[in-house]
DNA sequence: CGTAATATATCGTAATACGAAGTATATAAT
DNA sequence: ATTATATACTTCGTATTACGATATATTACG
């Protein structure tokens, strides 16, 4: 898959990842992997940049003997959510665009 | 509209522009504008990028005193839109889980 | 004892979209 | 006559960002 192509959907996905329960960075990669695979790098980068954008408030808790931060959903990164679905319509009338037969000459 | 969001399109969306006649820098902007805005300087970098992975072929003609270069559609370029259409399939179950409406507990 | 799984962090890099500015001609407006 | 707008392409510097590689640390499995 064309890494530009998925790179409008990362942020998106990894709030949608924590939208209905709190989680952490090990797990939102697993949960995630049948429908988009990240790097653990980019993962933790985008879940600073969601952290620095208020979209989601973060929580350490020790986990048998490992650490363990897991990631909440804000107002804000709940909003963020929304967007994304308003810029969809926007998207798909591109696509509609990219994909279309014209019936002229070639 | 999300920058990011726009990024995958873009190689795809310039192909589409030029995919049913051949056209140049300055008409494809325009022909994009109801869809998709980019500034001058990406669509040239775009271009050449295309250029260099053989999805285009150009030619320049002299129109009223003014260089025009005219940017042609390879077999390379239009197999490159029938990859985006099966990119397309994936995005579209990313789309969904982004944005499902689980049953869960919050 | 070594490997895999769990779990997070950091560094350097390559790709890339964009704003800004430049070059040049023709036409319309003041 | 001069200014502005439309046409048309180019180059430079920059900020964003996804990723591979690497590091650290514990637990479980063989």
Redesign the interface.
């Known amino acids: 898959?064309?890494i530009?192509?998925?790179?409008?959907?990362?942020?998106?996905?990894v709030?949608?990842a924590i939208?209905?329960?709190d989680s952490y960075g090990y797990r939102i990669i697993k949960d995630?992997k049948p429908?988009?695979e990240m790097s653990e790098s980019t993962l933790y980068t985008i879940l600073k940049r969601l952290e620095a954008g208020n979209m989601l408030t973060v929580r350490s808790v020790e986990h048998e003997g490992r650490l363990r931060k897991y990631y909440h959903i804000t107002r804000e990164g709940l909003r963020r959510?929304e967007?994304?679905?308003e810029?969809?319509k926007?998207?798909n009338?591109?696509?509609n665009?990219?994909?279309?037969e014209?019936t002229?000459?070639?």
Chains 1, 2 share one sequence.
């Not at 665009?97 to 279309?100: A, D, K, P, S």
């Open positions: 898959m064309d530009q192509l998925k790179r409008g959907l990362l942020d998106a996905c709030l949608a939208k209905n329960e995630m429908y988009l959510i967007e994304f679905k810029d969809w926007e998207i009338a591109i696509y665009f990219i994909t279309r014209e002229g000459n070639e």
